[in-house]
């Protein structure tokens, strides 16, 4: 029994609230439950040094926690002088995943920044980072389409994330902060719409998970991304 | 003529959402039009070193804006490895007029955290997260109550703040960012319920401003804030 | 009575000794009473990069303390590896006001480090520094123009500062350490020669100030202002 | 064909020398192929202050590369005065794996500091890092029962790393350099004797991978994981 | 011939002046010639972690120099986030020196802070910051004792310190910075009055020294030392 | 009696073994009995800013400590985010002797970054980097000539490094760890094949030295740097 009272195989209600701020070329809220993740991504007309010149884009992501977004307050990171290691982690994940979602040649002499800022945290801040991000940058290349910035679509294929987990022996899906806080297991999924894998990151605690348990996360977030695709089209649809 | 039509005394519409937030003690949206910002009050049961065993508490506040809350993205500061001179005076301004609120002895050996935090900015960030966070301190207070870590209220009055200014020659009350940007003064107010100041920071831009233009604008400042103490009671009595 | 029994409206002795060092194109050392503060003006042949082909100058100022200009040592910042708020917003402070009284057009495309070094405090560094940099700007100027650098002097009006503030009920003029350490209110003014106010900074600690309290500081302050005005051009004229 | 003319499922030669540095608890250079790694175990007797009075111990984890031990100089990570994000990353993975294979209650109030510099890199470098330290770590156990710091032996089992990826369209085992730098799938596998998954870490570049794909490089890395588990075994028999 | 005229066994007009702030226990103003330094000695009632509870005292230093202090404005320091390698080599150099004149059983368990700030810059600050550093810290001494803070004098022995070096071919002493910007070596010495030697760093730029050359400039560095000594006498006993 | 046996003019056993790893245009292990450390010479295509277009290159040096190359194990400088005042001392003497070896207008434009990384202490770091980096400047230097970078050899002559200190009241030869930690003159020569000075650093510690103990220092160091140049010659030749 899980202590939300979800089946292994059901989501947290996921909500995607699209132009949540008014100045980022995509702006989104996500929410997969209580985790809240604003998403923002933004079109600046350069690419780094290392691009100067080679005709094609860049994106970059990067990741925060409001300091009181957890149940105890975290020391603000802009404070302390420099990002924790888990949040350099997190965002090189987002940044890649959302790389590959992107023709970086068609992209042209632009870079897309994509900050995810999480509002309200209670597990799976970084799938929702990513899933709700594909949604921003989806909104950030169309309005660079109507200015005339990019000729055709950079989107190759939208990406969606999730979490699978072993939770008091059970692979389950989208593990909440009182799951996560207690799993043997804690994997991260992130995938295409034709069921290709990004990234895989699994990690066990305390107990190692066999090759079966793999299989039986693998498949329980292959079905919650599937569902993540098509909150995310009826969001852009609307 | 002002931008928004306002006539030269007129506030933006002042929302406050309590407890929009589900871990702070005291966690509040304000909104001045256009700029919103995410004030949280937390309770830590402790004190900096240099208060430790002097029977008394403490209340300090830091602030941030998110990336892309304004036009163009700003730099992270978390990443830039430092908060900006900018950022590091207004949290001693907020940290400054809070602590003018809170009677520190009847608080006891207790830390208050007030962040504000920028979800997107249209002039006046400052005043409003003042404003704001003083209806969080006044729900983590209660909440201390409730819980028994202290015993009376430690809040002496409410405090308000809003901002005034000179735009195209004309004495003006709470400038967002077209104003703002282009004001010759700039100023903010913070004041208590019995229209004593708590802070007054003014700056000319370009021009200076006379003994009489500072009379007119402590007058639209004084008159501003009767009318978010208004609003903050609403809030809290709702 | 005030601890070194001036009365109310009385500035401390200021000194302005010019050419205080070598190196620097204005250098001046300025004394309000036991305050010591070396203020250098220096001439950068380039501008920040935000204003490079813009065809005007900028004025920029740096604060510090000698580790032992204080009661009890203080950390050295650059050991410390960062500068503390209270000096970002003196520097800021300064840079504003010393801004105010240069025509940047005028300046061409020069910078001007403004650097103010507290040798020994005694309350009211900020003040000092503000009128001693626009002596050592005067100078630096003076020499840009003998240097055939500038045509026409930059240089609007001269600028001056002065503290004041409610000690033991009392409207004060000019702070020393002891007053300020114990002030009720706190206040900063930097003024012109047209008695255009440039910077109002008011604080208050403990209780607030009235409306009255506060026209009785800004006349102290104005008056104190014009003394000063006095004092810089005795300086600049010997 | 890979450009090692190695065979998909074999790895680089792999040695393992203990001993190499005489002042650390342990000290084991691990060498695949090309690829070198100093590894020390150090044993410090106390725990961080979150872990002060509970009874057990704690392990952690650093990683470095020497400036040149790569094609071209990198920055020097001391002297750009910051871990990169990479580093960073590597270094949790280190530490999260061997902490797997440690059983903190029995270690006491000691803590094991893991410190893995890359002296030469050619491909896998947190793979050989990982499996070399957990001998260093073998030894330093050893010779703290030896000095009677611990009673009986933490270690509950080994551990060992391989990568595994997809060069050229086909699964492959323990990518060197020039695999490495343009495979199309890169994953990292930590497991422990007895088939037991603790991370997996894959990341797809360019394409995506298949759930067939992942059944194949998971089937070449169990295997490759099996031959690093003798050579250890070997290596400290002797 | 040397640009300021001197003969090569010529110091600078050397002038101490105590008492030059009226906070620190010592406080020294030392000129060698234009070279100007503030050498501040301050007494802190507490001991460094390394040494408490161990009967000693400490002895530490920080050196600076003025953003104008030289021909050209350098960055501050403070500013750039981080002290550069010659400050620290300076500071470092200074501790050592002084700690060599200090019985730091005698001192007990108090720090004296040495803070030397280069106010004007002419060649030979690190020389004349340990020369008059040694006068502030006599005076500190002295301080403690009518404190009872200590009971007998901690000071073993005065320290003098002057630089020599080759300029043109020929040995000098006291180079000044034409001197020093283009000498082919540069030695700095510092010694006790029984011409114990307690620090030599002799750098040759360009071409080498020989045996002989050694030998001269340490001879003339042995007759500067002795006339600081005897200026740094009628200091203290003026 | 030394701790080790030696006579008084007695250097440890050294080794010089070339192109220990493969990346580096010079990459040398040098050993001073139980001191190791990895010194590499890399050749980079560009100057620093301050040289570019001037026609000549450039040198610099880095020097590292590996965590647990000492007794107990040092933090990471990497992770404590600055090198320490020691580390940026020794680079800079690196960085200094080994340019007086090289002629920077026959190098062209490029620099030659030298890595100094001690993989085992045990007293001597320093003289042994420099003795070992000479030799993997020798041969960058040389596959530059080959590679067609420079047309002479810009390697003006060969230097060699040892320490000299007074022990238990005796001069001897390049201390050891056990010496070094309680000599009482610690000296570091640094010298061309022509018995030139390069570089002195001599301090006392604890009671200082005479001019007699003196002579006798440099007399043993330039008789252990000539066996230097002696080892390293047959390094070269072999």
Same mark, same amino acid.
């Not at 982690?89 to 632009?110: C, F, T, Y």
């Not at 998970?209 to 498949?219: C, K, P, R, V, Y």
């Given at each position: ?8 195989? @059901? ?13 980022? %070329?995509?702006?989104?809220? /996500? %929410? ?23 005709? @094609? ?33 997190? @965002? ?14 068609? =992209? ?57 987990? /072993? ?7 989208? =593990?909440?902060?009182? %799951? ?8 991260? =999924? ?7 894998? /990004?990234? /895989? @990151?699994?990690?066990? %605690? ?33």
């Amino acid at each position: 029994m899980r202590p939300s009272g979800r089946s292994s195989n @059901q989501l947290r209600p996921v909500t995607i609230t699209r132009n949540y701020t008014k100045h980022a %070329e995509g702006s989104v809220l /996500i %929410e997969f439950g209580e985790t809240k993740v604003l998403c923002t991504a933004s079109v600046v007309d350069s690419v780094p040094r290392f691009l100067k010149g080679k005709g @094609q884009g860049w994106l970059t992501a990067e990741y925060g926690m409001l300091p009181r977004s957890t149940h105890s307050r975290m020391d603000r990171e802009a404070s302390r002088g420099k990002q924790g290691g888990r949040t350099l982690e997190i @965002q090189r994940l987002i940044g890649r995943s959302l790389r590959a979602a992107v023709d970086l040649k068609q =992209l042209g002499e632009h870079t897309i920044y994509i900050d995810c800022d999480v509002i309200q945290a209670d597990g799976g801040t970084r799938t929702a980072s990513i899933s709700g991000a594909c949604v921003a940058l989806h909104d950030a290349l169309f309005t660079m389409r109507q200015q005339g910035k990019v000729k055709t679509n950079p989107l190759k294929h939208m990406i969606g994330s999730v979490s699978v987990g /072993i939770y008091e022996g059970t692979p389950v899906l989208d =593990l909440d902060y009182p %799951e996560d806080s207690s799993a043997e297991t804690d994997m991260n =999924l992130v995938m295409d719409e034709h069921d290709g894998f /990004i990234e /895989i @990151q699994g990690t066990a %605690e305390g107990a190692t998970f066999s090759g079966d348990e793999l299989m039986q996360m693998l498949e329980l977030g292959k079905q919650g991304i599937r569902e993540i695709f098509d909150i995310q089209k009826k969001a852009i649809a609307s």
